[in-house]
């Protein structure tokens, strides 16, 4: 495919610009949402921005995390280190990757935090944001399917790559899991600007998402081909996140509804 682009003689990766334009899209599509429902907007941008960096965080952190054996070797071969370039060098090959439920869960913390202190309302904004985290997600699974990243299974249909920087990726034809988790997540957003713009489930929009995506993300990881990512009693560590939030969302969304 095409892992890398060049833009003004500097080589950047398309999963990069990709996720740069997910992101200026749905901070622009989000900040003129907020003179519909009187949200002023500098602290939309404000809360946009601690999110983003929660993201970024958490998905290296949950990368690294998931890459526990890494760090444990570090560790114990610490006196090996001899120098501050080794030891980054040996910090990006534990923390250079991303997971996105790290990231969504970081950008949530962030921006729960920042609300919590700004005493803003987070229910109003999770109503307003929500429907394009999946619109975003779209752009960053196009992104990986143009780097060659969270590759598919091997399967009679599909794609081969020959230059993806994954050197396991490369010869064979995989299943185009990306595209189809871009497609769902599409769908997805659709679905939610729907309940959005019918002012529905405005108290648990968040909670529909998380339920929706859990549900699709558990299913998709058996089309996953990446088994680096790391696996307990024969499912991945995205399928048991996937069950809590499931679970999580579904438990949240019944004790709404005895409420309302």
Request: with cysteine; hydrophobic share 50%; glycine share 8%.
């Given at each position: 495919?095409?892992?890398?682009?060049?833009?003004?003689?500097?080589?950047?990766?398309?999963?990069?610009?990709?996720?740069?334009?997910?992101?200026?899209?749905?901070?622009?599509?989000?900040?003129?949402?907020?003179?519909?429902?009187?949200?002023?907007?500098?602290?939309?941008?404000?809360?946009?921005?601690?999110?983003?960096?929660?993201?970024?965080?958490?998905?290296?952190?949950?990368?690294?995390?998931?890459?526990?054996?890494?760090?444990?070797?570090?560790?114990?071969?610490?006196?090996?280190?001899?120098?501050?370039?080794?030891?980054?060098?040996?910090?990006?090959?534990?923390?250079?990757?991303?997971?996105?439920?790290?990231?969504?869960?970081?950008?949530?913390?962030?921006?729960?935090?920042?609300?919590?202190?700004?005493?803003?309302?987070?229910?109003?904004?999770?109503?307003?944001?929500?429907?394009?985290?999946?619109?975003?997600?779209?752009?960053?699974?196009?992104?990986?399917?143009?780097?060659?990243?969270?590759?598919?299974?091997?399967?009679?249909?599909?794609?081969?790559?020959?230059?993806?920087?994954?050197?396991?990726?490369?010869?064979?034809?995989?299943f185009p899991?990306?595209?189809?988790?871009?497609?769902?997540?599409?769908?997805?957003?659709?679905?939610?600007?729907?309940?959005?713009?019918?002012?529905?489930?405005?108290?648990?929009?968040?909670?529909?998402?998380?339920?929706?995506?859990?549900?699709?993300?558990?299913?998709?990881?058996?089309?996953?081909?990446?088994?680096?990512?790391?696996?307990?009693?024969?499912?991945?560590?995205?399928?048991?996140?996937?069950?809590?939030?499931?679970?999580a969302s579904?438990?949240?969304?019944?004790?709404?509804?005895?409420?309302?």
């Open positions: 495919m095409f892992p890398y682009i060049k833009i003004f003689n500097k080589t950047i990766t398309s999963y990069t610009i990709l996720v740069i334009i997910g992101i200026l899209l749905v901070g622009f599509l989000c900040i003129r949402r907020c003179k519909k429902y009187n949200i002023n907007d500098n602290n939309m941008i404000i809360f946009l921005l601690i999110a983003s960096i929660g993201m970024i965080i958490g998905g290296h952190l949950l990368y690294g995390i998931v890459n526990y054996k890494l760090i444990i070797d570090l560790i114990t071969n610490i006196n090996k280190i001899t120098s501050f370039s080794m030891l980054l060098n040996d910090l990006h090959i534990i923390f250079g990757g991303s997971v996105f439920y790290g990231g969504l869960i970081g950008g949530l913390i962030a921006g729960f935090i920042y609300a919590k202190i700004k005493k803003i309302n987070i229910k109003l904004y999770c109503f307003v944001i929500t429907p394009f985290i999946p619109l975003f997600h779209f752009f960053g699974r196009i992104g990986c399917f143009l780097y060659g990243c969270c590759y598919g299974i091997e399967s009679k249909i599909g794609f081969i790559y020959t230059n993806s920087p994954i050197e396991i990726a490369n010869g064979v034809t995989r899991v990306q595209l189809l988790e871009a497609l769902l997540n599409l769908c997805i957003f659709i679905f939610l600007l729907i309940i959005q713009n019918k002012n529905k489930c405005k108290n648990n929009i968040l909670a529909v998402y998380l339920l929706l995506y859990s549900f699709i993300r558990f299913f998709l990881e058996f089309l996953r081909g990446d088994f680096y990512r790391g696996f307990l009693f024969g499912l991945s560590t995205s399928q048991f996140i996937s069950i809590i939030i499931f679970i579904f438990i949240y969304l019944i004790i709404s509804k005895k409420k309302e």
